[in-house]
């Protein structure tokens, strides 16, 4: 299992938003800063306006900001945006289709389950603003381990 290239694009242009103090940015100048593609950009930028996560301000002096604060942005919403609901088996969709028709008491399905539940409630304790925070204190660390090494 593998999350798009949209995926992660769309948390840093969130993260790159929240970190600038959620100034208007125009498409051009984030989709510069941020290595995307100016298509590709507008592509996401799309879904997450459309998701309620990122407003769009028209004009001259316009650009994108965040819709909500990045503390009530989770990583499980960023997500769902982009690749939709997370259902890592066949037999976890919500029909429960099991070609043997064991998911009362396969042990696989059992396994699958506990495991995409855990791992969208990390996603869901997980917000905007955290990962931009560990981010800036991780960024702080390399500066400083570096320095000592000067």
């Given at each position: ?5 949209a995926t992660?694009y ?12 959620n100034?208007l ?7 510069e800063k941020l ?9 996401v ?5 459309q ?13 994108y900001q965040?819709a909500?604060r ?9 997500v769902r ?30 396994f ?6 855990g ?21 702080s ?5 570096a320095?000592?090494?000067?």
């Amino acid at each position: 299992m593998r999350f798009q290239r949209a995926t992660d694009y769309a948390i840093r242009i969130l993260c790159y938003l929240h970190e600038h103090n959620n100034q208007l940015s125009t498409a051009a100048d984030l989709s510069e800063k941020l290595g995307i593609s100016y298509l590709y950009f507008m592509k996401v930028t799309g879904y997450l306006k459309q998701a309620g996560l990122l407003k769009s301000v028209q004009g001259c002096n316009g650009g994108y900001q965040l819709a909500k604060r990045a503390e009530q942005i989770s990583l499980y919403d960023v997500v769902r945006v982009i690749e939709g609901e997370i259902i890592i088996n066949r037999c976890l969709e919500h029909d429960g289709f099991c070609s043997r028709g064991a998911t009362d008491y396969c042990l696989v399905h059992k396994f699958f389950e506990s495991f995409q539940q855990g791992m969208v409630d990390e996603l869901k304790t997980r917000h905007i603003s955290d990962l931009c925070e560990e981010t800036k204190t991780a960024r702080s660390r390399s500066t400083a381990d570096a320095n000592a090494l000067r």
